[in-house]
Every structure is written in structure tokens, then in C-alpha cells.
Nanobody, 122 residues
Framework: QVQLVESGGGLVQAGGSLRLSCAASGRTFSSYAMGWFRQAPGKEREFVTTINWSGGTTYYADSVKGRFTISRDNAKNTVYLQMNSLKPEDTAVYYC???????????????WGQGTQVTVSS
């Protein structure tokens, strides 16, 4: 069992930056790949980025490539999402999730956090 708690969301102007954190409980965090997904109002949840257990492999959605960076600290049981050059279209609830594989496929993620709101004003 893994419990995930996101933090760091908020309101930011376009062009600004935010860093999201996702703290995990349990001693098996380092065995999981971690992903970030987001859901904008009226839209389906979509993949943002994922990182494998060691941090050596990452994948990004085209919409965030070059602007967002995922990282993890296994000693702190935490995964991060650094978001730069934010755009109004990045406004969404951001969720972290844990999976056995670093994948873009949502149903592969077994554990989910409650989400944190990110709002980017124009």
C-alpha cells in the first residue's frame, strides 16, 4: 500500500513557475515508477510525465516537453514536478500516481494522490 499526498499547487501568472511535490508513505517507494497526470475542467485526465524507479528514465507529454521536469528523491520518498514557462492551458488539477512501470498509460497506475490545483492566469 502506498499513500500519496501532493502539494505545491497554487495561482501563478503566465510565464511563471511552480514546483509540485508528492510525498509517499511506505518503504517501497523506490520500487515504483511515479507519474504526474492532470485534469482540466471539462476534460479527461491526461498524462504529463513519468519517471522510473531510479530516476534514470523519464517521459513527457509533448505539451510540456522542455518546460516541465520530473525528478525524485528516494531517500525522501518524494517525487517533484518543476513547471516553468507556465501557460493558461496548464491550468488543471495535478495528480501524482505510482506504477510498477514508467508508462503513459493511466490504468497502469495503481495508487493515486488526491490532487493539487494549479491555476495559471493570463
Amino acid at each position: 500500500q502506498v499513500q500519496l499526498v501532493e502539494s505545491g499547487g497554487g495561482l501563478v501568472q503566465a510565464g511563471g513557475s511552480l514546483r509540485l511535490s508528492c510525498a509517499a508513505s511506505g518503504r517501497t517507494f523506490s520500487s515504483y515508477a511515479m507519474g504526474w497526470f492532470r485534469q482540466a475542467p471539462g476534460k479527461e485526465r491526461e498524462f504529463v510525465t513519468t519517471i522510473n524507479w531510479s530516476g534514470g528514465t523519464t517521459y513527457y507529454a509533448d505539451s510540456v516537453k522542455g518546460r516541465f521536469t520530473i525528478s525524485r528523491d528516494n531517500a525522501k520518498n518524494t517525487v517533484y514536478l518543476q513547471m516553468n514557462s507556465l501557460k493558461p492551458e496548464d491550468t488543471a488539477v495535478y495528480y501524482c500516481a505510482a506504477s510498477s512501470l514508467a508508462t503513459m498509460i493511466e490504468f497502469a497506475y495503481r495508487y493515486w494522490g488526491q490532487g493539487t490545483q494549479v491555476t495559471v492566469s493570463s
